[in-house]
Nanobody
Framework: QWPLVESGGGLVQPGGSLRLSCTVS????????MGWFRQAPGKEREFVAA????????RYADSVKGRFAISRDNAKNMVYLQMNGLKPEDTAVYYC????????????????????WGQGTQVTVSS
């Protein structure tokens, strides 16, 4: 009964695309800013992208700007991460997370600001 469940990961060749989905349950999505993080073997959990409660404001890690796009559909309780131009260094487990900040502008980059996490979905970029 995870409140956040990721899907859409898999194996893709360099330059390819994937769209990750995060299905939210047990809480109302529009009360939370949402983020995507990733963690590769031997590395700390890394910020990827965040979107504010309304979806108006977004923030991206420099490493993915211009390639990834975060979006949300509060009515459907869904969050997405469109990943284009994938590189081998994008290989990681990707996690969806929820941030209960009261600010309408919030797009936090720190994992510690997020209270709820999914179990992750593996993305592997390799030829």
């Amino acid at each position: 009964q995870w409140p956040l469940v990721e899907s859409g990961g898999g194996l893709v060749q360099p330059g390819g695309s994937l769209r990750l989905s995060c299905t939210v349950s047990r809480f109302t999505l529009d009360y939370y800013a949402m983020g995507w993080f990733r963690q590769a073997p031997g590395k700390e959990r890394e910020f990827v992208a965040a979107v504010s409660k309304s979806g108006i404001f977004t923030r991206y890690a420099d490493s993915v700007k211009g390639r990834f796009a975060i979006s949300r559909d509060n009515a459907k309780n869904m969050v997405y991460l469109q990943m284009n131009g994938l590189k081998p260094e994008d290989t990681a487990v990707y996690y969806c997370a929820a941030d209960p900040s009261p600010s309408t502008y919030t797009t936090n980059t720190s994992p510690s600001r997020y209270d709820y996490w999914g179990q992750g979905t593996q993305v592997t970029v390799s030829s």
